[in-house]
């Protein structure tokens, strides 16, 4: 009996378990992605909505800083662009982010992550961009809007640091 269930785990274990010459079993659709966005479409992919938001709410100490980021753990390509728009909660915050979450959807949002993908927190997408509100966590009493575009810009980003896009939202 000792054998027998012994038997069945090292299955059991090793079930999951399968070689082949054929290469991996899943490849990662953000490896090689087939329509590469450019450096300039990939910013205004997310700098374009951040920017229509802060016109439509009126936000106040707004900052915001654009960044390309790796879709992989190696800071290899390919990117996405990401922003972050930071701005002083007033009393109620919970209006504000009703407010930011109405201007996305007046530009076509909808609430929710996209098909497929798992977003912590209060999100919307668009055409595979999608966009988080909520408290900054690094900086109590500030919320911000974060806006992550689509994982299909191949240059070397990999040194690049943020971009400050404060002026082009006041």
């Given at each position: 009996m000792t054998r027998?269930?012994?038997?069945?785990?090292?299955?059991?274990?090793?079930?999951?378990?399968?070689m082949s010459d054929s290469g991996?079993?899943?490849d990662n659709p953000y490896d090689e992605?087939?329509?590469?966005?450019?450096d300039e479409q990939t910013r205004a992919q997310v700098v374009d909505p951040a920017v229509a938001v802060v016109r439509a709410v009126k936000l106040d100490d707004v900052t915001g800083g654009f960044s390309f980021g790796s879709c992989n753990d190696q800071g290899e390509p390919?990117?996405?662009?990401?922003?972050?728009?930071a701005f002083k909660l007033p009393a109620d915050p919970g209006a504000v982010y009703a407010q930011i979450r109405d201007?996305?959807?007046?530009?076509?949002?909808?609430?929710?992550?996209?098909?497929?993908?798992?977003v912590h927190g209060d999100s919307l997408h668009r055409d595979g961009v999608t966009a988080a509100v909520g408290p900054r966590v690094a900086d109590p009493g500030y919320?911000?809007?974060?806006?992550?575009?689509?994982?299909?810009?191949?240059?070397?980003?990999?040194?690049?640091?943020?971009?400050?896009?404060?002026?082009e939202l006041r």
């Open positions: 027998l269930l012994s038997t069945l785990l090292i299955a059991l274990a090793l079930g999951g378990c399968h991996p079993a899943q992605p087939e329509n590469t966005l450019s390919p990117f996405q662009g990401r922003v972050e728009v201007a996305l959807v007046a530009q076509g949002w909808a609430s929710g992550a996209p098909a497929g993908q798992v919320g911000a809007l974060q806006i992550y575009g689509e994982c299909r810009n191949m240059g070397d980003h990999g040194s690049d640091g943020p971009v400050d896009i404060t002026p």
